[in-house]
């Protein structure tokens, strides 16, 4: 589900005649005219020929961001500076590439060699690229860490995915709601957490259907050799998915999900029905009204808008109104995202550097940079000036009086998925 509306443009370029692929739209705003797009990409093409890498630019509120892949295909995407750093943005551009590897393979992309051809088998990629860049209850694009859902008693859920995913010759499956895993094989979680994001995605922007079989290409794994995704809708909102090869066929895969799935049915609508995130037995406090956990080890995102639906909605209401005014899903989920942008990696670098492997290599070869190396002399940190590590920080917003509350710290745990640094995120009234 869509929370509040983003106003970005991307496009797609071919990096050696220029030739827009597509370009894509979202919020109000007017098609991007071709002689905009051919100025966008010439002044990239000017900066590359004085060997100078043009990374971003920024004018009247508005940030430019280029990236150039395998010198093949260019990615320019427009959207309102509301990050005093580029790197989510840059993220964001290697995951649309991802997505496009995803669904036609690295192959077409790397060397382009029939452009009409190629605009023709994009056009399967829009509504996943659509989706990414589109303002959802999905973390992913902002986090780098994949969206789960903690339930109780997962452990029946798990067997049923393990003997489920056997069954149809497949070791790679998992169950999701909108698009947050809930349960998974251990396969599947041996994907990279991009790969993992992005199939997470694509199943969150699949038309309704009860069965769907969709040829994918992992852009870590398997980025030249194709495999089958099969989709089976279980409840609206709720898919479980498996990779595999040639077999099984379509029918007798979907055979099987009734065989395993048609006695969950009451504890999956119970999954559906619980937006909160927020498992039993987990004191949370009433007065947070939205969240996001993130766990930099492991790559995995806990994050609600409406973590006190359990307590009741007069309750939830009341706490958020108080005598600030209430705030809405879509306010709650902006400043989530607003925060965590001025947070992640300009105030807080230290945690990724932490908590998080970083990529050495981006999808078109070239070595990056940890951002742990970014230093303060460059003047984009606002930590420059602080000689002490920043452990916690927050904000209260402008239109009322809600705070965000930063917290950054390493926890130990037993279970998997609990060791390790953590960063947790949250809004509540001050």
Known sequence: PRTYTIMAYLAAITAETGVP?????????????????????????????????????????VKVVWKCFYQSITLILVMTDDSPVETHLLHLLDTMFNALVLLIGLQELECVQNVERLKKDLKCCYPLIDNLLQGTQLMYPLTQSVDVVAVEDVSTLSQCMDAFSEAVHSGYGCVSVDGKIIVATESWWNLSPLEIGLLAHLIASLPPARCQDIPVYLPRASNKVAHRMLVFSLLEGVHVCVLCDAEPSLRRAQDEVGVYWSGLTERLVKCARNPSSVPPGVDLSPSVLAFCLVNLRSRRCVSSLKPSTFLGDSINNTLSAGFQGELSTEERHRYLVDFYKTVADNMLPSQVKDGVKQETTAANGAQLRPPEEVTPANGRLLHAGIPHKITESYICTKESNHGCVQDSNRQQGSGRGTRGSSSQLIIKPF
């Open 21 to 61: 692929l597509f370009v894509r739209t979202t919020g109000n705003l007017p098609p991007l005219s071709f002689p905009v797009v051919g100025s966008l990409n010439g002044v990239h093409l000017f900066a590359s020929n004085l060997k100078t890498s043009l990374l971003s630019c920024t004018n009247g509120g």
